[in-house]
């Protein structure tokens, strides 16, 4: 009897762990920055990373549509083994949404197709240390900065951010949020979003590989890392469930944030 209320139970905890891995939530995060541009009012990006394996749920899309200025990729697209059809159908899927951008992250540099054609050919912005200048009807600027991945030794942050406008609202993505190590105070950063952790994936309490996902202060600068959408090794999460963003920057002076599940 007893093995059998063991099995049961360690069944359980693997239903509940694949749950957890294919969940299809977006959270919400308001940011608020006095620096912040106003006659951009708000500004939304919806962020997604790590989908590895993942197929972006239909919901998620119809979810958002309609609420996001731009979609922003955080790496790892994809993966080796991916078929190349899938991954179209994530990049029209997010095309829904918005204008894409793209960043790489590690796995994103292993399929046996060629990636970088690929996103060209749908129409995706890939930021490979480098920056898109966006403006609001009366002139104002927002810099959506990224670096390619930090593992792979191939981030060039300096280079990014040549050609940067002095006055610009500097938004950072990068698929490792390691990147926080070189920021300085003249690069002027406001906000960085990375993935790349899983949020640790599997969890124990507080014990992780790594941190779970959110949003912390590092010397100055909001660093929001996702737990991400898919997973790697083994498709199951513990602790650190699967998620999407939608993140709003706007300009009110008053500091808040308020995170909806």
């Known amino acids: 009897m007893l093995i059998w209320i063991i099995f049961f139970a360690f069944f359980c905890i693997l239903a509940y762990m694949w749950w957890e891995a294919h969940r299809n939530r977006v959270v919400h995060i308001e940011l608020t920055f006095p620096q912040f541009p106003?006659?951009?009012?708000?500004f939304s990006i919806f962020f997604i990373?790590?989908?590895?394996?993942?197929?972006?749920?239909?919901?998620?899309v119809?979810?958002?549509?309609?609420?996001?200025?731009?979609?922003?990729?955080?790496g790892d697209l994809t993966e080796k083994g991916v078929p190349v059809a899938r991954v179209k159908e994530n990049i029209r899927r997010l095309k829904m949404i918005g204008p894409v951008y793209f960043i790489w992250g590690n796995n994103d540099y292993e399929t046996e197709?060629?990636?970088h054609s690929l996103l060209v050919e749908e129409g995706v912005h890939i930021l490979?240390?480098?920056?898109?200048m966006l403006q609001s009807p009366n002139g104002e600027k927002?810099?959506?900065?990224g670096v390619e991945d930090m593992s792979k030794r191939r981030a060039r942050l300096d280079q990014?951010?040549?050609?940067?406008?002095?006055?610009?609202?500097?938004?950072?993505?990068?698929?490792?949020?390691?990147?926080?190590?070189r920021l300085r105070p003249e690069h002027r950063i406001s906000l960085v979003i990375s993935g790349h952790t899983h949020g640790g994936q599997i969890r124990f309490f507080s014990f992780g590989l790594y941190e779970k996902g959110g949003l912390k202060n590092v010397n100055g600068t909001a660093v929001y890392v996702s737990n991400g959408y898919g997973t790697t090794a083994v498709p199951l999460r513990f602790g650190a469930p699967a998620e999407t963003n939608?993140?709003?920057?706007?300009?009110?002076?008053e500091d808040k944030e308020k995170m909806l599940v």
């Open 38 to 42: 106003s006659s951009f009012r708000a």
């Open 49 to 60: 990373s790590d989908l590895h394996r993942r197929v972006l749920a239909k919901r998620i």
């Open 62 to 74: 119809e979810e958002i549509k309609g609420k996001a200025d731009i979609v922003l990729v955080g």
């Open 113 to 115: 197709y060629d990636l």
């Open 128 to 132: 490979e240390n480098s920056a898109v």
């Open 142 to 145: 927002l810099a959506l900065i």
């Open 160 to 181: 990014a951010l040549q050609g940067v406008d002095e006055d610009a609202f500097r938004i950072l993505a990068s698929h490792n949020p390691k990147i926080v190590g």
């Open 246 to 253: 939608l993140i709003t920057i706007c300009s009110r002076k």
